[in-house]
């Protein structure tokens, strides 16, 4: 008898249960093989509701889609960390479950499920944030987190509604100024420390005339002046990410020229946030569902202080963000005209 088995395996996430290593590898391997026929950018057709960050709090997600509806009636991008929009795992408890679920929504359901990459669905970011232990924990070894990683290199970039909405975990890059410079990008490799693909995950809107140095230490901030040229260059009426915590669940910025999107509640279990989904409607009507956290986090949020950031991730975050620091403004000011006329 196969082991492959998404209907079976969807139960039986659903209750929070981890797959076997064995299974876990089938299904790595067969959403791999899903994910090498789509494109850098996938395209997607309205109805279609937009996800923000799930951070592996597993009992939010299954709040997600009871506010957002079942799969296959509703159709999902998941900007991961989940159109799911990215950052699917570490920091929440459940980070393996949570990915798992969403890897076999995506082996049963693939037409109507799309995983776009964020920041944390990498080797670097996994080992030190808590996926890795857990995978060590749940399983005694690394296997299994080697093949999600797998997984992870292939992930969507991006996903675009209708040719004109477009969905990305963190957002613009001084090098991208078209889709088709996303489109032939090679995605398939650990998420670099600079350059496109980096800034794709690690880029933040704020209020800069063009390109600032990004805090984070990697990506760049860039402002209203770049995100409008970048939606006429690419006749987009709206980007869509995630990346950031926002308190309300969603904020709009540059006159409704893009939107942030968050749906971790409670973010790490203290931070007392409302999540939210955006959902695009055939007519290109815009509807938000706000929520709050699930009830079932209540018996999870003190379960080995995982929610509280450590010392040792304070140090990488601090290092990480001097490094490159330093290299950004090495390259600033080596390129001068570029990033700044």
Request: charged content about 20%.
């Amino acid at each position: 008898m196969s082991l492959y088995n998404p209907d079976r395996w969807i139960d039986q996430l659903m209750s929070c249960k981890h797959l076997s290593e064995p299974e876990m590898k089938i299904l790595c391997e067969r959403v791999r093989a899903i994910l090498l026929e789509e494109s850098n950018i996938q395209p997607v057709s309205s109805p279609v509701t937009i996800c923000g960050d799930i951070h592996g709090q597993f009992w939010d997600l299954l709040e997600l889609l009871r506010k957002g509806g079942d799969i296959p009636d509703t159709s999902y991008i998941f900007m991961a960390r989940s159109a799911y929009q990215g950052d699917f795992v570490d920091r929440g408890h459940y980070s393996l479950e949570t990915v798992s679920l969403l890897l076999a929504l995506k082996a049963r359901y693939p037409d109507k499920v799309s995983l776009l990459r964020g920041n944390h669905e990498s080797r670097q970011i996994t080992q030190v944030y808590g996926f890795y232990d857990e995978c060590q924990q749940k399983y005694g070894s690394a296997t299994v987190w080697k093949a999600c990683c797998n997984v992870f290199d292939y992930l969507n970039l991006a996903a675009i509604i209708d040719g004109e909405t477009l969905c990305v975990h963190g957002g613009l890059s001084p090098d991208i100024r078209t889709l088709d410079q996303i489109r032939v990008l090679s995605r398939a490799q650990e998420i670099p420390h600079e350059g496109a693909l980096c800034d794709l995950m690690w880029s933040d809107p704020d209020e800069v005339d063009n390109w600032a140095v990004s805090p984070r230490g990697a990506g760049w901030l860039f402002g209203e002046s770049v995100t409008r040229e970048f939606n006429h260059t690419n006749a987009l009426r709206l980007i869509a990410r995630a990346h950031q915590l926002i308190q309300e669940g969603y904020k709009y910025m540059f006159d409704s020229a893009l939107v942030t999107v968050w749906s971790a509640p409670n973010y790490c279990y203290r931070c007392g946030n409302l999540a939210s989904i955006l959902t695009i409607r055939e007519d290109g009507e815009r509807v938000f569902t706000v929520y709050g956290a699930a009830a079932e986090n209540e018996r999870d949020g003190g379960v080995g202080g995982r929610g509280v950031v450590s010392a040792h991730e304070s140090f990488f975050s601090e290092r990480w963000t001097l490094t490159y620091a330093c290299r950004m403004l090495t390259r600033m000011l080596q390129n001068q005209t570029q990033y700044f006329m």
